[in-house]
């Protein structure tokens, strides 16, 4: 065969569609944003939310390289999975932001600031690496299956890469559980001092009572009766006696 002919074959291959980079330097731009919002975001419900943003656009770039398993795997799991639920536990539990000027775990700015710029440096080594080699094309890439392929990356050329990915993981829950913790720093009240509490200061001691108790109708918007047949007034709402 014509070494000429081989060469424009690979050549051929190995160069990126117009398609193919749009998409890229698209989805690319709104997951570096995302990165970036993830660090700069004033709250974790919204540093959540622009993580699970990075996760799309990085499962969007999967599916522009031809890996579909590899981009619904990236949406459902990461995304779908345990995105939504650091997402959940956060807004279930909320987060003061006066709480995250305190530190929980002694030196944990400076262990964190050490492992931002180890990390910062692992992406530049892996950056550099990919600028300097040639890169592999799709049809190569693909050549005996897709999820073959990424089989043979994950669990044998990249496993020590994809195993520390899962320690990465565990640290980020390790992380959710810490910005979820509650310091109590006085003992829990019990009920007999809850109630001396509200007699004490003169607010009501038991619970307001359900609209329509007593009543002839039990709609939201019908005062209680009391005993002597008077209306209970703190059993409706102030925007709905209002509008009567």
Do not use: C
């Amino acid at each position: 065969m014509n070494p000429d002919i081989t060469l424009l074959a690979a050549e051929t291959m190995l160069r990126t569609s117009t398609a193919e980079a749009v998409s890229f330097w698209v989805f690319g731009a709104i997951a570096v944003a995302g990165a970036i919002g993830v660090v700069a975001a004033p709250k974790a419900v919204y540093a959540a939310m622009f993580l699970a943003t990075t996760m799309i656009s990085l499962a969007a770039i999967y599916m522009a390289q031809d890996a579909p398993f590899l981009g619904v795997v990236q949406i459902v799991v990461y995304t779908g999975a345990v995105m939504m639920l650091f997402l959940f536990v956060l807004m279930l539990i909320g987060v003061d932001s006066a709480q995250s000027l305190v530190e929980t775990i002694r030196g944990q700015r400076l262990a964190a600031i050490a492992a931002g710029l180890g990390f910062g440096l692992l992406l530049a080594a892996g950056v550099g690496t990919m600028t300097t080699s040639r890169f592999t094309g799709l049809t190569q890439a693909n050549a005996g299956g897709n999820v073959e392929g990424l089989a043979d990356l994950i669990f044998a050329r990249y496993l020590w890469a994809f195993e520390l990915t899962s320690a990465l993981l565990i640290t980020a829950a390790l992380g959710a559980m810490v910005l979820a913790h509650r310091e109590r720093f006085q003992p829990r009240r019990t009920q007999r001092e809850l109630a001396v509490e509200r007699f004490r200061d003169g607010s009501r001691a038991t619970p307001l009572p359900n609209p329509g108790v007593f009543a002839r109708h039990n709609a939201v918007d019908t005062m209680a009766r009391l005993p002597d047949g008077s209306d209970e007034e703190s059993s409706v709402s102030a925007t709905l006696r209002g509008g009567r």
